[in-house]
């Protein structure tokens, strides 16, 4: 009997051992996912927290990214045959527009001199049915008597309204017009008007804007250190959709930032600059050299924080302006060239400072513009908000 009892207890004995053993691997198992799931709960309690400090904004480099990206960046007519679009036909010209949008650029500008040109007319026509089966849009570049030539047209009306028949035409490509070195000089002697905005004052053509179809949009091309600047505000800020802004000083980028805050404050348009990634005729004459890498990243940093789009201007296979098509998402890229823009700036000063100790160097043009705009910069940013209409703190640049 005892013997009998004895076996019953050891038998009990053993299969609680046993029974113990299989449970607890699971019991384990389910303390090490209860703390996971604490553990997630915890992270997402921290994330929310931190999400409702921020105003429920979406991270700092969520941000930088979407911002780069969504900057719009044209392309004026390329020295690259192969994407001088107007010029392509058929299918080599599908290919190049599938291309240049692949690179990132949404809007493509170039001349046309008549719009009662057949061979132009077809040409513009043909680039826009391609382009209508994209979404790259086409902006359509008039030129000022101070580079038209003796085919180019002035009929203001007459453009307006095939403008007007382009917009219906082909409304998902045709995003409208420039006219180039509006509040600029001309340099030429064969035309009686000193400054292009003269000769558009004189040919009526803010009269004739008022007929232009809301969706035809009007980006006058326009300079920081252009001639009567207030005249383009009053009399034609009404019909501009944005503007193409220029500079003639685009070797010194130190004031850049305020030249651009100021043009938005007085306009309150949409700005698209103008990247120089090559020399420009007028530079190559005074002996300049190309604008240097850093220069161009320099300006590249400034504008896309600045402005709301880039245009870059003949050279779209510059390694850096490529570079930035590829890498203007990337962190470290934008860290790069922000660091590019604070060695350029501090040469430029450096390089002032030295000028203004020797008597003997004057004051450039480019220098006494950019003393314009750092005046008027902080002129209007200490004034209060309700006295930053008025007129006084932007006069200089306006006259």
């Not at 850096?320 to 000063?349: A, G």
Request: aromatic share 12%.
């Amino acid at each position: 009997m005892n013997l009998v009892v004895s076996v019953i207890f050891l038998c009990a004995s053993i299969g609680s051992f046993l029974f113990i053993q299989s449970v607890l691997p699971y019991t384990y198992l389910f303390s090490i996912f209860s703390l996971s799931l604490n553990n997630h709960e915890i992270v997402q309690k921290i994330n929310a927290e931190i999400s409702i400090k921020n105003g429920n904004n979406i991270s700092e480099t969520s941000s930088i990214k979407r911002t780069t990206r969504d900057t719009i960046v044209g392309l004026w007519t390329p020295m690259n045959a192969s994407f001088a679009l107007q010029h392509l036909k058929g299918e080599e010209q599908e290919k190049a527009v599938d291309t240049l949008l692949k690179r990132g650029h949404q809007e493509y500008y170039y001349v046309m001199n008549n719009f009662e040109d057949p061979k132009s007319v077809k040409m513009t026509e043909d680039l826009l049915e391609t382009a209508n089966k994209t979404n790259l849009k086409i902006i359509i570049i008039l030129l000022p008597p101070s580079e038209g030539g003796p085919d180019t047209s002035y009929d203001w009306k007459g453009w307006i309204k095939y403008f007007n028949t382009l917009e219906k035409k082909y409304a998902r490509s045709f995003e409208g017009f420039t006219i180039d070195d509006f509040n600029w000089i001309s340099t030429r002697i064969d035309t009686k008007f000193k400054n292009n905005i003269d000769f558009m004052e004189h040919s009526g053509l803010s009269k004739l804007l008022e007929h232009k179809g809301k969706d035809v949009k009007f980006y006058p091309t326009v300079y920081f250190e252009g001639r009567k600047t207030g005249i383009v505000v009053k009399k034609y800020n009404n019909f501009i959709d944005g503007l193409v802004v220029a500079s003639g000083c685009y070797y010194n980028v130190s004031s850049l930032e305020k030249e651009l805050t100021v043009f938005t404050e007085i306009f309150k348009k949409p700005i698209r600059y103008v990247i120089y990634p090559t020399i420009t005729y007028n530079y190559s004459k005074q002996d300049y050299n190309p604008p240097t890498d850093r220069l161009i990243k320099a300006t590249l940093s400034i504008a896309s924080n600045s402005s709301d789009g880039l245009i870059i201007w003949r050279d779209l296979d510059n390694p850096v302006i490529q570079e930035y098509m590829n890498s203007r998402d990337n962190e470290q890229y934008l860290s790069d060239i922000s660091k590019s823009k604070e060695l350029q700036i501090s040469d430029e000063n450096r390089e002032n400072t030295t000028k203004l100790s020797n008597p003997g160097h004057l004051h450039t043009s480019c220098e006494n513009w950019s003393k314009k705009y750092n005046e008027a910069y902080n002129n209007w940013i200490n004034l209060p908000e309700q006295e930053k209409e008025e007129e006084e703190w932007k006069r200089k640049i306006l006259r």
